[in-house]
Nanobody, 127 residues
Framework: QLQLAESGGDLVQPGGSLRLSCAASGFNFNTATMSWVRQTSGEDLEWISSISGEGRYTTYSDSVKGRFTISRDNAKNMVYLQMASLKFDDTAVYFC????????????????????WGQGTQVTVSS
């Protein structure tokens, strides 16, 4: 059974850093493009980053490029999001997903939150 479990969210001041983690199980993790998606309090979903199965390719939204870094450890079935220079606008619930097609990597798909994405982890940027 597919499971994704996010962790690492916290309350952080503007300019601060956080590292989010996602534990994956129940599917062939090593070949799956993994992504991070966030949901604001208004419930809008925003794709922010993806990493290819072998970790060779990464892509970021303009809103986080240069501040966030996605990585993965296929030996541990883990994907990470290192977040730096956090801004108020980064406040959201962050989800990892194995079924998102990032821009330019294939046929665009509607971004729809699924139960398989797990509970997410809350990141709050506040002074």
């Amino acid at each position: 059974q597919l499971q994704l479990a996010e962790s690492g969210g916290d309350l952080v001041q503007p300019g601060g850093s956080l590292r989010l983690s996602c534990a994956a199980s129940g599917f062939n993790f090593n070949t799956a493009t993994m992504s991070w998606v966030r949901q604001t309090s208004g419930e809008d979903l925003e794709w922010i980053s993806s990493i290819s199965g072998e970790g060779r390719y990464t892509t970021y939204s303009d809103s986080v490029k240069g501040r966030f870094t996605i990585s993965r450890d296929n030996a541990k079935n883990m994907v990470y999001l290192q977040m730096a220079s956090l801004k108020f606008d980064d406040t959201a619930v962050y989800f990892c997903a194995n079924d998102v097609v990032p821009p330019g990597w294939g046929t665009p798909q509607p971004l729809i939150k699924k139960d398989s994405w797990g509970q997410g982890t809350q990141v709050t940027v506040s002074s």
